[in-house]
């Protein structure tokens, strides 16, 4: 049997779990949705074949859901995963549950213990990620003592970058900056750009030390990078034996043949 989800918000991230369940029925599915606007219940109704409605009272009434995917602005997600998880039900909510830190705070304090809720953070385990994770984590490489990631904004490319450093939640010292990157506009979610128009975007370089660790992360993004042809991601790992750029690994295996052993 399917798994039978509810899902606050019907926009552009709510729509990637859509077609999700669409092309896994048997295994998901959206039974109802709880939306801001009528005209956006009505796009679901009519588009999607979702029952949707805008007051929670209706969305919670007489379903039983096995979890509920909240896909919602920021500024609001937080008070839905309280909502949501207090009444017993399980959520699974998109990055970020909260606007920064103060509020995450906030947001636990809130919860009732045994709460269930889940946060999305993806990158770590998309394939091409989880296979470079896999090994600097190997010993592949050695000791792996820096990184360089261009992959992802903010925290999806903190997160990232921390696990492959091995840090975890340990304190850590960032400088940053930002500068005006000029850049064709290219593909964007609507698609392609009508125009050769020159916009000025905006990259973020940091860089991130752990005290007493003596490891190096670079964080570099400019958000044209999710869709441009002309603004590539990468990411670099350097270890003592090795390294990896991309998807490329170059590592030493042993001595050269025909040295002596020690």
């Known amino acids: 049997m399917p798994s039978r989800i509810g899902i606050v918000g019907g926009g552009w991230r709510a729509s990637a779990y859509f077609e999700i369940a669409k092309a896994f029925p048997a295994h998901f599915n959206f039974v109802r949705?709880?939306?801001?606007?009528?005209?956006?219940?009505?796009?679901?109704?009519?588009?999607?074949?979702?029952?949707?409605?805008?007051?929670?009272?209706?969305?919670?009434?007489?379903?039983?859901?096995?979890?509920?995917?909240?896909?919602?602005?920021?500024?609001?997600?937080?008070?839905?995963?309280?909502?949501?998880?207090?009444?017993?039900?399980?959520?699974?909510?998109?990055?970020?549950?909260?606007?920064?830190?103060?509020?995450?705070?906030?947001?636990?304090?809130?919860?009732?213990?045994?709460?269930?809720?889940?946060?999305?953070?993806?990158?770590?385990?998309?394939?091409?990620?989880?296979?470079?994770?896999?090994?600097?984590?190997?010993?592949?490489?050695?000791?792996?003592?820096?990184?360089?990631?261009?992959?992802?904004?903010d925290y999806h490319g903190i997160s990232l970058l921390r696990s492959i450093l091995g840090v975890g939640g340990e304190p850590i010292t960032v400088r940053a900056e930002t500068f005006v990157d000029p850049v064709v506009a290219t593909l964007g979610r609507g698609g392609w750009a009508s125009e050769l128009e020159v916009n000025d975007s905006t990259r973020v370089t940091a860089r991130i030390s752990?005290?007493?660790?003596?490891?190096?992360?670079?964080y570099e993004f400019n958000g044209e990078q999710y869709f441009s042809p002309i603004r590539s991601r990468h990411l670099s790992v350097f270890g003592e034996r090795g390294e990896l750029i991309d998807n490329a690994v170059h590592y030493m295996r042993g001595r050269r043949r025909g040295d002596a052993a020690p």
């Open 210 to 218: 752990v005290p007493g660790r003596g490891l190096l992360g670079v």
């Open 33 to 153: 949705a709880l939306v801001r606007s009528q005209s956006s219940a009505d796009a679901l109704n009519i588009g999607r074949g979702i029952a949707a409605t805008t007051s929670i009272d209706a969305f919670l009434d007489s379903e039983n859901f096995d979890y509920v995917v909240v896909c919602t602005p920021s500024s609001v997600t937080a008070d839905y995963i309280v909502e949501l998880a207090n009444r017993g039900i399980a959520v699974l909510a998109e990055t970020p549950p909260a606007t920064d830190l103060k509020s995450l705070d906030h947001l636990y304090s809130r919860l009732n213990a045994g709460a269930r809720v889940q946060v999305a953070e993806q990158y770590r385990f998309q394939p091409q990620h989880a296979a470079r994770l896999a090994v600097a984590q190997s010993g592949l490489l050695g000791t792996v003592t820096s990184v360089y990631a261009s992959v992802a904004h």
